[in-house]
């Protein structure tokens, strides 16, 4: 079954850390890059962070820059994001999903979701 | 990086067509085909509508439709339906390797 499952989320106290997992299945995991977006509750989406298929590359937005960390285990067909220093608006549903490529580039496009791992920050 | 400037709320009769834009900037709309729309029901993961401005995943109902004229990219849903109640967010790549989104528009089917 082609499937992306989040794990991982929690309550966390502000300044605290937390690491999220994302498990694939069904597909060749290194035909994608791979990518964490969020939704804080009730708001639209924000993208996080891509690693590409390789792992050699990755990006992130300027509000989590410095603080959170895409990693990926090829072997394991999994990806993960480590968050450190969190704050109060890094409050939201975390998703994992894929991006689609070629042998060259990423095709820019989210064509699989898990179905998001809730991380609560509150002190 | 500001998001995309999408409406918060469009609305149709069951039948009726209805079109929502998303406007960025020549960094991102603009600049490169790479817009896609994604449809999110209550509680649900969003799914993918439509990739590369124009193109329609297997399975998505030819009823969505993009385009993109200038800074702006549209999705129109044509024939409306009840299921077609949900949230709606436009996606580009943007200059330098990043990735944004709208701001999200809740389609109502009166």
């Known amino acids: 079954q082609v499937q992306l499952v989040e794990s991982g989320g929690g309550l966390v106290k502000p300044g605290g850390s937390l690491r999220l997992s994302c498990a694939a299945s069904?597909?060749?995991?290194?035909?994608?890059?791979m990518t964490w977006i969020r939704q804080a509750p009730g708001k639209g989406l924000e993208w996080v962070t891509y690693?590409?298929?390789?792992?050699?590359?990755?990006y992130y937005a300027a509000s989590v820059e410095g603080r959170f960390t895409i990693s990926r285990d090829n072997a394991r067909t999994s990806v993960f994001l480590h968050m450190n220093s969190l704050r109060l608006e890094d409050a939201a549903v975390y998703y994992c999903?894929?991006?689609?490529?070629?042998?060259?580039?990423?095709?820019?496009?989210?064509?699989?979701w898990g179905r998001g791992s809730l991380v609560t920050v509150s002190s | 990086q500001s998001a995309l400037t999408q409406p918060p709320s469009a609305s149709g009769s069951p039948g009726q067509s209805v079109t929502i834009s998303c406007t960025g900037t020549?960094?991102?709309?603009?600049?490169?085909?790479?817009v896609s729309w994604y449809q999110q029901h209550p509680n649900e993961a969003p799914k993918l509508l439509i990739y590369?401005?124009?193109k329609r995943p297997s399975g998505v109902p030819d009823r969505f439709s993009g385009s993109k004229s200038g800074n702006t990219a549209s999705l129109t849903v044509s024939g409306l339906q009840a299921e077609d109640e949900a949230d709606y967010f436009c996606?580009?790549?943007?200059?330098?390797?990043?990735?944004?989104f709208g701001g999200g528009t809740k389609l109502t089917v009166l």
């Open positions: 999903a894929r991006i689609p490529r070629n042998n060259w580039q990423a095709y820019w496009y989210f064509d699989l």
């Open positions: 069904g597909f060749t995991f290194t035909d994608y890059y």
């Open positions: 690693i590409s298929s390789s792992g050699n590359t990755n």
């Open positions: 020549s960094s991102d709309v603009g600049g490169y085909n790479y």
């Open positions: 590369e401005v124009i």
């Open positions: 996606s580009s790549y943007a200059d330098v390797n990043k990735l944004i």
